[in-house]
């Protein structure tokens, strides 16, 4: 779990100074060799992803471990009455309930990673995790650990990325107020970082010029060379495409009020626009698991 960090980390960024201790934790599941084994390493993965995402539900169990829905309930019961887990029911859930975390697992997952976790529980577990964000995190958790786990038709190991940084943890070492807080960061096998985004609904122009300006600042500031984009829906890719293309249009035509420069230069635009990658690779997959 100390690993030495790529060299080819640029460390121009604040930000940058704390992603090698979040890309070094170990995602990866390994399924043992014996039973004894393959509950140890469910359990460390588990706590991991609850700590991390601040909730696990058993659809991400059942996708991540191969297994059935029934198993995937017994392991996270099975969690639970060992004083890691709290169960919540929740309509915003595709299983209909959520698993929260406790200061046990914070405890247990601080040994396993070597950070410090600022981990504060609740009386009521509810109250642990903002349900209007349930599917997000889900969607977002699952994206992350799907590129952890991605393989060649042959079988052969081929992650997308080799480690990442939640929300979560990208807010709490994120003190720059031009950077925007994206779903993730992930660290690419050629050393550079991109940032991830779940898009999972449309959003309007506004929006996406505010979200564009947030990008540039941190594109500029080296927090990330590249922009993830995941969807379940291609038309909602579409629509982004649309809008960006008009807002590269218009916005170098329009002026801040108070610097008077364009709102977005000509090579502003085509670094964005270079930088902006639409990943459609998953779009099945997120459909499937969380739609269907």
């Not at 889900?138 to 992350?144: E, G, K, P, S, Y």
């Not at 992650?159 to 979560?168: N, R």
């Not at 922009?227 to 890719?237: D, N, Y």
Request: charged share 25%; net charge positive.
């Amino acid at each position: 779990m100390t690993q030495q960090p790529s060299k080819k980390l640029e460390i121009n960024s604040s930000l940058l100074l704390n992603y090698p201790r979040y890309f070094d934790i170990d995602m990866r599941y390994y399924p043992g060799a014996n039973n004894h084994q393959k509950g140890v390493n469910r359990t460390k993965v588990s706590v991991l992803i609850a700590i991390r995402f601040s909730i696990i539900t058993p659809g991400i169990v059942r996708w991540l471990y191969g297994i059935n829905h029934r198993l995937a309930l017994e392991h996270l019961n099975r969690l639970e009455k060992d004083g890691l887990l709290r169960v919540v029911k929740t309509h915003r859930s595709p299983d209909g309930r959520v698993y929260v975390p406790t200061y046990t697992a914070a405890k247990f997952a601080e040994e396993l990673m070597g950070i410090d976790i600022h981990f504060r529980a609740n009386r009521n577990p509810a109250l642990q995790f903002n349900q209007n964000n349930v599917m997000h995190n889900l969607i977002n958790a699952f994206v992350m650990l799907r590129g952890i786990h991605n393989y060649h038709s042959d079988e052969t190991y081929a992650p997308m990325w080799t480690g990442f940084i939640t929300e979560p943890e990208f807010q709490r070492i994120n003190s720059l107020s031009a950077a925007r807080t994206v779903d993730g960061a992930v660290l690419l096998p050629d050393g550079l970082i991109a940032a991830i985004e779940v898009e999972h609904s449309f959003k309007n122009k506004t929006a996406r010029q505010a979200i564009l300006l947030k990008y540039l600042a941190s594109l500029k500031n080296r927090d990330y060379s590249k922009i993830f984009l995941f969807s379940q829906s291609v038309k909602i890719f579409d629509d982004i495409k649309r809008l960006h293309e008009q807002l590269f249009e218009e916005m170098p035509q329009r002026f801040d009020k108070k610097t008077r420069a364009p709102l977005l230069s000509e090579s502003d635009a085509e670094l964005l626009r270079a930088s902006i990658i639409y990943r459609t690779k998953l779009c099945e997959e997120i459909n499937e698991m969380f739609y269907s």
